[in-house]
């Protein structure tokens, strides 16, 4: 999806994570999270941050810029614990 179109992005990660045997990798996921703080969507940020939580990609800078930027935009402080 292109960069003006967050909504759809979103749409097809969802789409994507369905997919028997689809495993999106680390640079659709930080899309997927570009697109959230685009919106912005906190919601949806959080759904995708568990999501990379639990496939284990939360070791990544990438990853981990893309969540800070998101969860700025979105007006959150995020809580690393």
């Not at 935009?73 to 690393?80: L, Q, V």
């Amino acid at each position: 999806a292109k960069k003006d179109q967050p909504e759809e992005a979103l749409l097809l990660y969802s789409l994507m994570q369905k997919v028997p045997n689809s495993k999106p990798n680390i640079f659709t996921v930080s899309s997927a999270v570009a697109a959230a703080a685009a919106i912005p969507c906190i919601r949806r940020g959080k759904e995708i941050h568990a999501h990379i939580v639990r496939a284990g990609l939360d070791s990544d800078e990438v990853l981990w810029s893309s969540l800070m930027d998101m969860y700025g935009k979105c007006g959150c402080i995020m809580k690393h614990e």
